[in-house]
C-alpha cells in the first residue's frame, strides 16, 4: 500500500505539533474551571428544559380544551374515540413534565401556567397530585379553581375528601363554573370512592332547591349521581325535575326514574313520553326508563299499551 504524502506545509506543522507536544508542560487541574463549566452546560440544559416545557404546555392546554368539549358531546361514538386519544396523548405529555407540572400547581405568580398545570395533573394519575388539585380548588382565583376541580374530575382519586367538593358547589357566593365543576368532580369521585353515601346529601341540598333556584348543570350532576345510587326512595327528586325547563335536565330526570326502578314514577315517564314532551331526547330517556321499570319490556312510544303494561303489571 503506497502510503499517503503529506505537503511540505503540513508535514511541518505536524512536526512542530510533535515537538511542542514533547516540551509542553502537563495540564493543571483547576477545580473552578471545571465548576464553571458544569455550572453553564446545567444552565443551558436547563433553558432547554424551560423552554420545551413551556411550548408543550401551550400543547396541554389545547387538548385539554378539545378533550374537554369532546367530554361534553360524550353520548356521540366518535367524541369518545377522540377523548381516547386525547387522554392517551395528555398522560404521556403529562409523565413527561410531572415534576415542572407539579412545580408550576403551585407558583402564584404565573396564574395561566398554573392553571394548565392543575388541569393537566388530572391525566397524571398519580395520589401525589392530589393535595396540590384540593389545594388549588380552594383558591379564590376562578380561573385556579375551575382548572383545579376539573383535574380532580378527571384523576377521580378515591381518597379524594368528598366534602371540599360537596363545599365548593354549593357556596352559592362562588362562580357558578366553579361550583359545576365542582358538581362533576363530585359525581366522578362517586363512581370510585370507597364511601359513595358520603356524597348523597349534597346530591340532596341541590335537588331539594326550586326547579329555577340553581344552575341546570349542578342539577344535570345532581340527578345523574342521585340515579347512580339505584335508591327508589330518591325517585321524588328524579319525579320533581320532570317538568324542568330545560331538555337537559329533563332527560337526566327520566334516566334517574329509570334506576332508581321506583313504579310511583310511570305517570311522570309517562307524561314524558306523551305527546306534550317535544324534546326527542328527552322521549327516548322516558322509553328506555319505562323499560327498565318493566323488565325489558318496550312498548316504543305509545302511551296506552305502556299503561296496560303496568295496569297489568307485566305484559
Known sequence: ??????????????????????????????????A?????????????GRQSFEGD???????????ASAWLTTELSSSDRLREKLEQYLRGMVDRHLPRLLATADRRDLPAQRAISL??????GRQEALDTLLNGARDDDPLIATAALFGLAVLHEPNTPPGVLG????????????????????VKLQEHTFKPEAIEPYWEAVLAKPLD????????????????????????????F??????????????????????????TLLGLLGPAETN?????????????????????YDVAAWRKVFERGGD
Open 242 to 267: 320532570a317538568s324542568h325547563p330545560h331538555a337537559m335536565v329533563r332527560s337526566a330526570a327520566a334516566i334517574a326514574m329509570g334506576r332508581m326502578k321506583n313504579t310511583s314514577s310511570v305517570p
Open 36 to 48: 464553571e463549566f458544569l455550572e453553564r452546560r446545567r444552565a443551558i440544559e436547563e433553558e432547554k
Open 119 to 124: 388541569a393537566a395533573l388530572g391525566f397524571s
Open 213 to 240: 333556584s340553581e344552575d341546570s348543570g349542578i342539577q344535570v350532576h345532581a340527578l345523574r349521581g342521585l340515579g347512580l345510587r339505584r335508591n327508589p326512595a330518591y325517585a321524588h327528586y328524579a319525579e320533581k
Open 57 to 67: 404546555l401551550i400543547k396541554i392546554d389545547q387538548a385539554i380544551d378539545k378533550y
Open 280 to 300: 326527542d331526547n328527552v322521549r327516548l330517556a322516558a322509553r328506555k326508563a319505562l323499560q327498565e321499570l318493566a323488565g325489558g319490556i318496550d312498548r316504543y
Open 1 to 34: 500500500m503506497t502510503p499517503t504524502l503529506l505537503r511540505p506545509g503540513a508535514a511541518m506543522l505536524l512536526g512542530l505539533v510533535a515537538a511542542g507536544c514533547g516540551s509542553a508542560p502537563e495540564p493543571q487541574y483547576d477545580p473552578a474551571i471545571e
Open 167 to 186: 363545599e365548593i358547589m354549593t357556596d352559592a357566593k362562588k362562580p357558578v363554573d366553579v361550583r359545576r365543576n365542582a358538581s362533576l368532580a363530585l
